[in-house]
């Protein structure tokens, strides 16, 4: 996907609507898809209809981008996402990162459904990422670099936007929301890890673990954006605790951090959008 069929999404989109254009866009992780139906006066896109897209690989979920306002302020809500799992190339991964980019959006807030290392933050609760570790095996970085995204090396030191995270924080303690902290580790899935693998992933210095927002981390600091993100803890990583996982418990306690989720992401967009 090169540098014009970026743009042309984005032109696109913008040819389409009508309203200011939002300086920060969120992408809603798997259980976490309500949010966007509450935006106000939205312009919805099918992604089928985005030029470029990465095509859903399960049929009905291609997923939407709304456009319009929540809490008054201007913000594009990422319904859905392409995963690694689903075999996409690579670099489809940074695709919608970089027509958010063409577009002018500058802070991007990814969410996910995680699987949580640490004791303390059983399912339903909430973790910010402060890092990652990128064991997906894939990068969406990889090619030739297009300089007009950004340098061929980015540097990933502030991956994760401390002062952003800190906003998170203050919104969360206004709101009496415990908001954990914590290294994010995007495995490519699409198995549930095994204990061992756990295990493994504790010893490098993993709090959470999933299979999404890493690549777009990576293609969004590529371009210069600043990034934060939080985990909804949908289940205790593999061996933890004696049970197996299932899709249906992570979606169940999606659901139970979704409200708090909901709650945190309106009053950060009130904040700083
Ligand atoms: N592992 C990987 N991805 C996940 C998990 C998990 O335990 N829970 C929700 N997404």
């Not at 371009?223 to 593999?238: E, P």
Request: proline fraction near 5%.
């Amino acid at each position: 996907m090169s540098y014009e069929d970026v743009q042309n999404c984005a032109s696109y989109i913008r040819e389409r609507f009508n309203g200011e254009m939002p300086k920060m866009a969120l992408v809603l992780g798997s259980g976490l898809n309500s949010m966007a139906d509450a935006i106000e006066d939205a312009t919805v896109f099918s992604y089928l209809d985005l030029p470029g897209f990465p095509e859903p690989t399960v049929e009905g979920h291609a997923g939407h981008m709304h456009i319009g306002k929540l809490e008054g302020k201007p913000v594009i809500c990422m319904q859905g996402r392409a995963h690694a799992y689903e075999g996409h190339a690579p670099e489809k991964l940074a695709y919608a990162t970089r027509v958010l980019w063409a577009l002018g959006v500058e802070i991007l807030v990814l969410t996910n459904a995680a699987g949580s290392l640490m004791e303390k933050a059983g399912p339903g609760s909430l973790v910010a990422i402060t890092d990652h570790i990128n064991f997906s095996g894939i990068n969406p970085l990889v090619g030739v670099n297009d300089d007009r995204f950004g340098p061929r090396f980015p540097d990933m030191t502030s991956a994760w936007d401390k002062g952003l995270t800190k906003d998170l924080q203050q919104c969360a303690t206004a709101l009496d929301i415990t908001l954990h902290e914590g290294t994010y580790l995007m495995a490519k899935g699409p198995n549930f890890e095994t204990p061992a693998e756990i295990g493994a992933f504790r010893v490098m210095g993993a709090d959470a673990v999933g299979m999404s927002t890493v690549p777009e981390c990576l293609a969004a600091r590529h371009v210069g954006m600043r990034v934060c993100g939080i985990s909804s803890i949908t289940n205790y990583a593999a061996g933890m605790t004696g049970e197996e996982l299932t899709h249906d418990e992570t979606m169940e306690f999606g659901a139970i951090a979704a409200v708090n989720l909901e709650k945190l992401l309106r009053a950060f967009i009130e904040r700083v959008a």
